[in-house]
């Protein structure tokens, strides 16, 4: 989305594109925190402003696709309600996650929730850091799970 065009946007302003995002789902359900990657289906995501329509972000698939001469086909505008969830802020390797993921059920467990994993209701990680620039052991990554009562 440019400022530099002439297709005028209701409301834009200028803004910093927020970091990347990623859902993560299982086609069947996992309540724990020993999640299976090579089981695991996932999406990219960029958050858009509130000010940017459905109808702006395909102007600009439009012209992007013009202009690049590259397939578009998959990227969408996409929402979701994500939920009841617990998040915590993960420092260190996304290897490192599963430990992270624990303390995460831990908490849940002792408010009464479980984890609930399911493709309507994904994992998700804000990644703060970029990995090509920080260090390892200094990335930050949000990791918020959606969670139910339990039984």
Same mark, same amino acid.
């Not at 915590?88 to 831990?106: A, F, L």
């Given at each position: 989305m440019s400022y530099k065009s002439d297709y005028k946007i209701e409301g834009f302003f200028n803004y910093v594109v927020p970091p990347l995002e990623g859902l993560w789902c299982s086609e069947k359900e996992q309540e724990n925190s020993k999640l299976e990657k090579e089981k695991l289906s996932w999406i990219s995501l960029i958050r858009l402003p509130d000010f940017i329509k459905k109808e702006d972000f395909e102007w600009a698939i439009k012209v992007a696709t013009d202009k690049k001469k590259k397939d578009f086909s998959k990227? !969408?505008? *996409?929402? +979701? %309600? $994500?939920?009841?969830?617990?998040?915590?802020?993960?420092?260190?390797? @996304?290897? /490192? !996650?599963? %430990? =992270?993921?624990?303390?995460? $059920?831990? +908490?849940?467990? #002792? #408010?009464? +929730?479980? *984890?609930?994993? =399911? $493709? #309507?209701?994904? &994992? &998700?990680?804000? @990644?703060?850091? /970029?990995?090509? %620039?920080?260090?390892?052991? %200094?990335m930050k990554t949000i990791i918020r799970y959606p969670i139910k009562k339990l039984k």
């Open positions: 990227v !969408e505008f *996409f929402t +979701y %309600k $994500e939920g009841i969830c617990v998040q915590c802020v993960h420092i260190g390797s @996304y290897d /490192d !996650e599963p %430990k =992270t993921i624990s303390s995460m $059920e831990e +908490y849940a467990r #002792k #408010k009464g +929730y479980i *984890f609930n994993i =399911t $493709e #309507k209701t994904p &994992h &998700h990680e804000i @990644y703060l850091s /970029d990995p090509r %620039k920080v260090d390892v052991s %200094k």
